[in-house]
């Protein structure tokens, strides 16, 4: 079940049989799908010069959607996503992803132009920004729905955690 957040409070109705969350691939192809329809979410973008701008999209018992804009120079810093699965695209523009492969790869950096797609499990960590010359556009799905997210700094040893917030501070 789908929520229309244009009309609806940005909370879930309770369930009382929780539902397992959807696999990155599904999430994938929720993004992709709505992506191809930017008549359901363009209207809505917003630039501020200040942070990235968001807004979630929908909110269903097992997963939720948020588009988010991005100026040049903007970024998410490390982060993770509280143990939700994910996935991402480019709706516009371009955008740089940094992640840790682990210790015997390193940092791995991917340039990712309109179009792309990222998919992931609910260990991963990342930084997302803006290095290109102009905004940009995603939309991200998450499930289950972020309950948390904690921050990191990338030191010589390692990323070490930083903060942690909740929906409250979105």
Known sequence: MSIDLATTPATAPADR????????????RIVRDLAERPERWLHRVRLSAEERWYERLELAEDYEVWLISWLPGQSTGFHDHGGSRGAFT??????????????????????????????FGPQYLH???????????????????????????????GLVQTSTEGPEQW
């Open 17 to 28: 049989t929780a539902r397992p969350p959807l696999s990155p691939n599904a999430l994938r």
């Open 90 to 119: 480019v709706a516009l523009g371009e955008l740089e992803e940094l992640a840790l492969a682990g210790p015997e790869h390193g940092l791995t950096v991917r340039r990712l132009p309109a179009g792309s797609e990222r998919a």
């Open 127 to 157: 930084d997302v920004r803006n290095t290109a010359q102009g905004p940009a556009v995603t939309l991200h799905a998450y499930s289950p729905p972020l309950s948390e997210m904690s921050h990191y700094e990338l030191r010589a040893g």
